[in-house]
């Protein structure tokens, strides 16, 4: 058996007009994880110009007799509805054609703004729309893919599958029953934006090699660290179901696929016969491969259809230095593994887009790609963002109500950095106001010239970084306190608003309140006797990163930014380090304090770092040095943060060296 063919010829265009179909679903129940199949026919000829526009809540993939012509919504929110279209020329057949589309609600996440279910598309023959979605359309829930099952991958990228291919009846390319028609869903959005950077491709088929020592039967290695999407070709005398499985770890001979509340798996049912699978509904992000099955079964063909988003160009490094060499080719590995639709902290674990993560993504892509247009589109989706109480919510887009107040702070950050690295002010010119309101909100909390934690609020992470006493505690109402990280980005966030205020021509207005924010932050947190500045206001707590805050802030000044540098900077120095997600700021405040004594410091710091994952195996850069011990058996052994030595590499113009 053999599914239709995923060759996507179908080629993704950044369209501009907007549609003109209506909002349609199988049902009007609005129901979490739930499989829909979608069927019409319009005519053209072949040589026509046929474009099908289309924009679904939460995944989608279009086919046109038959063939796959266009997957992948792109993330947006309710209030800010993208649609992609697609140039399906080349599938189109003189007379009749048959639309088909596979749509998928799914459910609440960190990757995705749960709406209402919903489909709506059109097709364009000629530049003459010729079909618009409508009650017309014939719907029916899908065979193949069952749904309300619920099974999480993990709470950030949402629930897995169950695909069962003895159900596959041929509906995308002949009449079959059970189809009805579609339900008008209303309330949706009518205002629509066209895919604002081009489409993630379908690239080569990596093909995982079957590992023979390992403890399970079907355990493939697909060479390093690899995004797509599952496919197999398996041969059984009898149907029989399989579970799929995907990791960047293995444990104990097997992928460790189940790790606390998560389980990496899909289900797979496979008939009778030689089968092909392929499924666009869940991109994986994996350097292993998994199949159990309890019956015999053989595995023909196994491994990930490569997804990559197209960059226009890469800058090329090239280094006397082979260490230097190989950590700048896999950070931009890295780098690359990590965008898709937006930034994402992760292709395994998450696929989410954070504040703090995403700056330091966006400040190396700036250098390793030359472009700003994928930067811009998920700085649009952050600006977008309408928290319940004004701040920002954890990812974007999400509707979780789950806020890291630390993050909002660095979204002023990578405003100010895209608008001084693009030259194009039109973005902090459309959201200024979001940006000012945000900081007046900030302000509005100061009490003593200081902010205090966000305490008793258990919709408030006191998060700053994965290192100790400084990641704070999740879904808990912490106590009134005073922290120097916070305080201190308070600070570097009013000097990003005042430079934004400047490019559009408006007077500064933060430069008091932020000299007189530094002089409380150095009278309270300045420890004289250790010549550093603690943490907290409550507990001897001194970091790394905490004390580059307060240089780069500018609370640390003269004597006292010098002696700090001297200590971040030194072989052992008591102080917790920075993890790799925010040693970029300790680099950051010594190169502030004497870039040219502390340029073989950050050299050396990332020599020492990065050498060691490498020499640990690494094919890209992981969460923190702890690898996938951390977090429970969770580390991420790619993470986009752990890319900055890209930027460090540029700016110290050791392209040479």
Partial sequence: ???????????????????????????????????????????????????VRISCDTDFVLYINGIAAGFGQYPDYPHYKIYETFDVSAEVRSGENILAIEAYHGGSCSTHWLGKSGLRFDVEVDGKIVLGSGAHVQSRLSRMYESHVKRYVSPQLGYSYNCDLCREDGWRTQHVNGFHDSVIIEGMATEFFPRPIEKVRLGEFSEGKLLDNAAVPHLYD?????????????????????????????????????????????????????????????????????????EKIEILRCGLRVAEYPHACKNPAVFFNPLRQKIYDTCVRTLELCMHDHYEDCPWREQAMYALDSRNQMLCGYFAFGEFAFARASLELMCNDKGIDGYMTICFPTNFALKI??????????????????????????????????????????????????????????????????????????????????????????????????????????????????????????????????????????????????????????????????????????????????????????????????????????????????????????????????????????????????????LLQQVRG
Wanted: hydrophobic residues 35%; proline residues 3%.
């Fill in 405 to 650: 107040p630390s993050f909002s702070l660095y979204w002023f950050m990578q405003m100010r950095e895209y608008t001084e690295y693009s030259g194009d002010v039109t973005l902090v010119e459309k959201y200024f106001d979001k940006m000012q309101a945000l900081l007046e909100l900030f302000l509005s909390r100061v009490e003593n010239g200081l902010i205090p934690n966000f305490y008793g609020d258990k919709t408030f992470w006191n998060f700053y970084e994965w290192s100790d006493g400084l990641s704070g505690n999740i879904f808990s109402e912490e106590e009134k306190r005073f922290d120097l990280p916070l305080n201190c980005l308070l600070s570097i966030a009013m000097s990003n608003t005042d430079f934004v205020r400047r490019v559009l021509g408006k007077s500064e207005r933060y430069a008091q309140e932020k000299a007189a924010l530094n002089d409380r932050i150095d009278e309270t947190f300045f420890d004289a006797k250790k010549g550093l500045y603690r943490d907290f206001t409550d507990s001897k707590h001194y970091s790394e990163f905490g004390n580059a805050l307060a240089v780069l802030c500018g609370a640390a000044r003269g004597e006292r930014a010098k002696r700090v540098g001297e200590l971040i900077s030194a072989k052992s120095n008591d102080l917790v380090p920075a993890s790799l997600s925010t040693a970029s700021f300790v680099y950051d405040a010594v190169l502030n304090i004497d870039k040219n004594r502390y340029a073989d410091f950050v050299l050396g710091d990332i020599d020492a770092k990065y050498g060691y994952m490498l020499q640990a195996g690494a094919t890209s850069f992981w969460e923190t040095l702890s690898g996938e011990k951390d977090f429970g058996g969770a580390g991420s052994l790619c993470h986009g943060w752990s890319a900055m030595p890209i930027y460090y590499y540029h």
């Fill in 222 to 294: 697909l060479g390093r660290e690899t995004t797509g999407y599952p496919e197999l070709t398996v041969r059984s005398d009898h149907p029989v179901s399989l579970r799929f499985c995907w990791g960047e770890h293995i444990a104990d001979g097997e992928v460790r696929s189940i790790i606390q509340n998560r389980d990496f798996s899909v289900i797979i049912t496979v008939p009778a016969g030689e089968t092909e699978f392929t499924s666009l509904f869940l991109r994986l992000g994996a350097r292993y491969l998994q199949i159990e099955c309890k």
């Fill in 1 to 51: 058996m053999v599914l239709p063919p995923l060759r996507l010829h179908g080629k993704s265009l950044r369209g501009s007009a907007d549609m003109t179909g209506e909002w349609i679903w199988e049902n009007s129940d609005n129901r979490e994880d739930e499989h829909c199949e979608f069927r019409t026919l319009f005519y053209a000829e072949q040589g026509n110009c046929v474009r």
